[in-house]
């Protein structure tokens, strides 16, 4: 591979030269295989470096994608696929769709306006973000109104198709399409239906597609993962009128309708009257839609085939794969059929090669995005010459899947004899929160309007020192623990001192909050190099699950204990949930995914009967992936949500009644899994409300929800410091809805990526706050 900053021909690096079908990834990772784009990203934000430099990074990771899939024989290479913080962004400000607190006043968007709408600033605060579908990748949430107006102000997809172009690459660019782009909006204007809006939108749409067919463009990948929703009539019948209307517009150019998570059958009666070139599938998602779509193409319609999976890490079965995929070459023709990952591999790490230290036996199993890549080339280029051209590849293929199925790795008696011995008494706890309620209070003696954190405290500079000091063996475990036990000391004298009610650790041994966990667990594995974006410069390292999950030892005792120990406040104990284990790992494919979450909730109720008998009186257990989980179509919720309110129960339901449950969840809309909410039965729920000025109580206000809740008061992911009016205006907003017994008071997450220049006096601000409202609801005695 070619040094990133290089500038080069891509001619240079030309591919073998046997014929392949046409392959296509979608999409490919942003951030660079050395995480080049958080770097550059965070020096232009902390003013170490100015836009040019930015510019000039985000150019060479461009050009080394494009190189990087040509090289590897990848056929139909996007563009635009990139994006410095979020590709919804990106369609928000290329529309114009810039709300006015932002200060734009029409021409270029500069990058200071931005990245306000991404990241919010001493001014303003973000716009809202939520998880895009069913993935762990966060979205920057469109804001319109009834009188919303567009204009074209990015020339960004045309610039990235030249900038290929001169390198001397053709390119498909991509587009969000018009209509999931309104589809995930939200109304700023009441029970305004951005929908509306689709004929003073799709102009733009024509005008960025006229540049690109112009400049040269003859394929346009246009994304529209809205169509494996349940979309009402109103949405199919913008979507006839979007596409006809772009066709058109532009009729010599081909569209390739874009689908994935999941399946179109619903709408095919739609979807087959849309005039477009292309279609893509998600077949690794919904391999069942393949015959449904089969029948109902038309007869100059390309098929795009998404067999390889673009949200997950396994290697693929290249053999099992061509059996499915010749019969549909043999019935459309070798022209009519490209092979693609499922969607964008935006969701997966950069190459397994880096992975150096991953156990040997594991990392056959396994393919990241160039290996991916090499699968598409290995498929395209068997179904045009036949599989005797890549027998090697094929073979190999079939030897990693079959000694999977057979690795001792893989299964545990013991895990599956607990399976087999649950019972739906383990899953409840001794009686209803009514009565636990009482219990709780008497022994913990809390103030009303508790103030408590979500977990994080900051991870300084010296804390990531310190931990790679430790990983290198810079310095001793001695030294290691002697630093940590340091900053958990400052951090419980400052909370202290601040007056905060339920304290926390910090967390500060903690790399990741899935991460930390999986470490300790039997049946997982990590990489060292395996970084996804979830948003902006925010990148994990997603745990994957290869085999059956269990405990050896205890994970967070030793430290909440010694937290506990340095103060007569209680100190929660934190642990990360069932379903968000689940959720943020790559799961193994070879069983139900519900069945994996039975296995790590298992797991939990062992570590949390451990807390409890230390001694630890209040246990968090976070799942902000709750929500994340549930399945697109509405058809498939109730299974979903039957085995994780199941799963989040048994991990927490063996403590007394005294011990409070606490469990944490973001940027999620609860309104239509209220009744799941309420029956995972935690004590508390402390939930993102900050963003949204308290809507999102609405829903809990109208199913009268019985609990504890501790709404949100401000953004943790702004660096700006919000007022103390302004969080008990929060706060009172939360009155309209709860009565005070229930509100506690929190950021509304971890306060892991900011800095204790902004922690501090916004805390401070947040204890105050809720002593105004002690002020007004507790009378002194007399």
């Given at each position: 591979?070619?040094?990133?900053?290089?500038?080069?021909?891509?001619?240079?690096?030309?591919?073998?030269?046997?014929?392949?079908?046409?392959?296509?990834?979608?999409?490919?990772?942003?951030?660079?295989?050395?995480?080049?784009?958080?770097?550059?990203?965070?020096?232009?934000?902390?003013?170490?470096?100015?836009?040019?430099?930015?510019?000039?990074?985000?150019?060479?990771?461009?050009?080394?994608?494009?190189?990087?899939q040509?090289?590897?024989?990848?056929?139909?290479?996007?563009?635009?696929?990139?994006?410095?913080?979020?590709?919804?962004?990106?369609?928000?400000v290329?529309?114009?769709?810039?709300?006015?607190?932002?200060?734009?006043?029409?021409?270029?968007?500069?990058?200071?306006?931005?990245?306000?709408?991404?990241?919010?600033?001493?001014?303003?605060?973000?716009?809202?973000?939520?998880?895009?579908?069913?993935?762990?990748?966060?979205?920057?949430?469109?804001?319109?109104h009834?009188?919303?107006?567009?204009?074209?102000?990015?020339?960004?997809?045309?610039?990235?198709?030249?900038?290929?172009?001169?390198?001397?690459?053709?390119?498909?660019?991509?587009?969000?399409?018009?209509?999931t782009?309104?589809?995930?909006?939200?109304?700023?204007?009441?029970?305004?239906?951005?929908?509306?809006?689709?004929?003073?939108?799709?102009?733009?749409?024509?005008?960025?597609?006229?540049?690109?067919?112009?400049?040269?463009?003859?394929?346009?990948?246009?994304?529209?993962?809205?169509?494996?929703l349940?979309?009402?009539?109103?949405?199919?019948?913008?979507?006839?009128?979007?596409?006809?209307?772009?066709?058109?517009?532009?009729?010599s150019?081909?569209?390739?309708?874009?689908?994935?998570?999941?399946?179109?059958?619903?709408?095919?009666?739609?979807?087959?009257?849309?005039?477009?070139?292309?279609?893509?599938?998600?077949?690794?998602?919904?391999?069942?839609?393949?015959?449904?779509?089969?029948?109902?193409?038309?007869?100059?319609?390309?098929?795009?085939l998404?067999?390889?999976?673009?949200?997950?890490?396994?290697?693929?079965?290249?053999?099992?794969?061509?059996?499915?995929?010749?019969?549909?070459?043999?019935?459309?023709?070798?022209?009519?059929?490209?092979?693609?990952?499922?969607?964008?591999?935006?969701?997966?790490?950069?190459?397994?090669?880096?992975?150096?230290?991953?156990?040997?036996?594991?990392?056959?199993?396994?393919?990241?995005?160039?290996?991916?890549?090499?699968?598409?080339?290995?498929?395209?280029?068997?179904?045009?010459?036949?599989?005797d051209?890549?027998?090697?590849?094929?073979?190999?293929?079939?030897?990693?899947?079959?000694?999977?199925?057979?690795?001792?790795k893989?299964?545990?008696?013991?895990?599956?004899?607990?399976?087999?011995?649950?019972?739906?008494?383990?899953?409840?706890?001794?009686?209803?929160?009514?009565?636990?309620?009482?219990?709780?209070?008497?022994a913990?003696?809390?103030?009303?309007?508790?103030?408590?954190?979500?977990?994080?405290?900051?991870?300084?500079?010296?804390?990531?020192?310190?931990?790679?000091?430790?990983?290198?063996?810079?310095?001793?475990?001695?030294?290691?623990?002697?630093?940590?036990?340091?900053e958990?000391?400052?951090?419980?004298?400052?909370?202290?001192?601040?007056?905060?009610?339920?304290?926390?650790?910090?967390?500060?041994?903690?790399?990741?909050?899935?991460?930390?966990?999986?470490?300790?667990?039997?049946?997982?594995?990590?990489?060292?190099?395996?970084w996804?974006?979830?948003?902006?410069?925010?990148?994990?390292?997603?745990?994957?699950?290869?085999?059956?999950?269990?405990?050896?030892?205890?994970m967070?005792?030793?430290?909440?204990?010694?937290?506990?120990?340095?103060?007569?406040?209680?100190?929660?104990?934190?642990?990360?949930?069932?379903?968000?284990?689940?959720?943020?790992?790559?799961?193994?494919?070879?069983?139900?995914?519900?069945?994996?979450?039975?296995?790590?909730?298992?797991?939990?109720?062992?570590?949390?009967?451990?807390?409890?008998?230390?001694?630890?009186k209040?246990?968090?257990?976070?799942?902000?992936?709750?929500?994340?989980?549930?399945?697109?179509?509405?058809?498939?919720?109730?299974?979903?949500?039957?085995?994780?309110?199941?799963?989040?129960?048994?991990?927490s339901?063996?403590?007394?009644?005294?011990?409070?449950?606490?469990?944490?969840?973001?940027?999620?809309e609860f309104?239509?899994?209220?009744?799941?909410?309420?029956?995972?039965?935690?004590?508390?729920?402390?939930?993102?409300?900050?963003?949204?000025?308290?809507?999102?109580?609405?829903?809990?206000?109208?199913?009268?929800?019985?609990?504890?809740?501790?709404?949100?008061?401000?953004?943790?992911?702004?660096?700006r410091?919000?007022?103390?009016?302004?969080?008990?205006?929060?706060?009172?907003k939360?009155?309209?809805?709860?009565?005070?017994?229930?509100?506690?008071?929190?950021?509304?997450?971890?306060?892991?990526?900011?800095?204790?220049?902004?922690?501090?006096?916004?805390?401070?601000?947040?204890?105050?706050?809720?002593?105004?409202?002690?002020?007004?609801?507790?009378?002194?005695?007399?």
């Amino acid at each position: 591979m070619r040094p990133l900053g290089l500038c080069f021909h891509l001619l240079e690096c030309k591919p073998m030269s046997f014929s392949s079908l046409p392959v296509s990834t979608l999409g490919v990772p942003r951030i660079g295989p050395h995480r080049e784009l958080k770097s550059a990203l965070e020096s232009y934000w902390s003013g170490a470096s100015d836009a040019d430099a930015l510019q000039k990074t985000a150019t060479a990771l461009r050009a080394a994608n494009w190189a990087r899939q040509y090289g590897l024989g990848v056929t139909v290479i996007p563009s635009n696929d990139f994006s410095l913080y979020d590709h919804v962004l990106d369609t928000t400000v290329m529309v114009g769709a810039i709300p006015e607190h932002y200060g734009w006043t029409g021409g270029k968007v500069s990058l200071d306006t931005y990245f306000a709408m991404a990241r919010g600033n001493a001014s303003v605060p973000a716009l809202e973000m939520t998880k895009w579908f069913d993935t762990n990748y966060h979205f920057m949430v469109p804001e319109l109104h009834r009188d919303q107006q567009f204009s074209l102000t990015s020339s960004k997809p045309l610039d990235e198709y030249l900038e290929a172009r001169a390198l001397g690459l053709e390119t498909r660019p991509v587009l969000l399409g018009p209509v999931t782009f309104l589809t995930l909006s939200k109304s700023r204007d009441g029970n305004f239906d951005p929908i509306s809006l689709i004929d003073r939108l799709l102009p733009v749409y024509i005008e960025i597609l006229s540049q690109l067919h112009d400049a040269g463009a003859e394929w346009v990948q246009m994304d529209e993962p809205c169509l494996v929703l349940d979309l009402d009539t109103v949405t199919k019948a913008a979507l006839r009128h979007a596409y006809y209307t772009l066709q058109q517009a532009l009729p010599s150019l081909n569209i390739m309708l874009t689908t994935y998570f999941g399946s179109i059958v619903d709408m095919l009666d739609t979807v087959r009257t849309l005039p477009v070139a292309g279609l893509h599938l998600d077949l690794v998602r919904a391999p069942e839609q393949l015959d449904h779509v089969l029948s109902a193409m038309h007869s100059h319609q390309v098929l795009s085939l998404g067999v390889i999976d673009g949200r997950n890490i396994w290697r693929t079965d290249l053999a099992a794969k061509l059996n499915q995929l010749e019969r549909v070459v043999a019935k459309l023709g070798k022209d009519r059929v490209q092979i693609a990952t499922s969607c964008s591999m935006l969701h997966v790490p950069v190459d397994l090669q880096a992975e150096a230290d991953l156990d040997s036996e594991v990392r056959q199993w396994l393919a990241f995005s160039v290996q991916k890549m090499e699968e598409l080339t290995t498929l395209g280029l068997a179904l045009a010459n036949g599989r005797d051209v890549v027998s090697h590849a094929l073979a190999a293929s079939s030897d990693a899947a079959s000694h999977r199925r057979s690795s001792r790795k893989v299964h545990s008696e013991s895990v599956q004899s607990r399976i087999v011995s649950l019972s739906p008494e383990m899953a409840k706890r001794q009686v209803p929160f009514s009565t636990r309620a009482q219990e709780q209070r008497a022994a913990l003696k809390l103030n009303l309007f508790p103030t408590t954190t979500i977990g994080s405290f900051p991870q300084t500079d010296a804390v990531r020192k310190a931990r790679a000091d430790h990983a290198k063996q810079r310095i001793s475990t001695e030294e290691y623990t002697a630093f940590l036990r340091q900053e958990t000391e400052q951090a419980i004298r400052w909370q202290e001192e601040t007056g905060i009610d339920v304290l926390v650790h910090g967390e500060f041994e903690r790399n990741d909050m899935v991460q930390y966990f999986g470490e300790q667990l039997n049946g997982y594995a990590f990489t060292t190099h395996g970084w996804v974006q979830s948003y902006g410069s925010r990148y994990v390292r997603p745990p994957i699950i290869f085999g059956d999950v269990s405990r050896p030892h205890a994970m967070t005792v030793d430290w909440a204990c010694y937290a506990q120990s340095l103060t007569e406040r209680p100190v929660k104990g934190m642990l990360t949930g069932p379903v968000t284990m689940l959720q943020w790992s790559f799961v193994r494919d070879d069983i139900p995914r519900e069945k994996v979450c039975q296995q790590i909730a298992l797991a939990l109720r062992d570590e949390v009967s451990d807390l409890e008998a230390a001694g630890i009186k209040i246990i968090q257990i976070d799942e902000p992936a709750f929500r994340e989980g549930l399945p697109l179509k509405t058809s498939e919720w109730q299974h979903y949500l039957d085995w994780a309110v199941s799963c989040f129960r048994l991990s927490s339901s063996s403590v007394r009644n005294t011990t409070q449950i606490h469990t944490h969840m973001c940027y999620s809309e609860f309104n239509d899994i209220m009744d799941a909410i309420a029956a995972m039965d935690a004590d508390v729920i402390s939930i993102e409300t900050s963003r949204s000025k308290m809507e999102l109580l609405d829903v809990f206000t109208d199913f009268r929800y019985p609990n504890e809740i501790g709404p949100g008061v401000y953004d943790i992911h702004s660096p700006r410091v919000p007022s103390v009016t302004e969080m008990t205006d929060l706060l009172q907003k939360a009155l309209r809805h709860l009565s005070p017994e229930q509100i506690w008071v929190n950021p509304d997450c971890g306060l892991k990526t900011r800095h204790w220049k902004e922690v501090r006096p916004a805390l401070v601000n947040m204890v105050s706050a809720a002593q105004a409202l002690r002020n007004i609801f507790v009378q002194p005695a007399e």
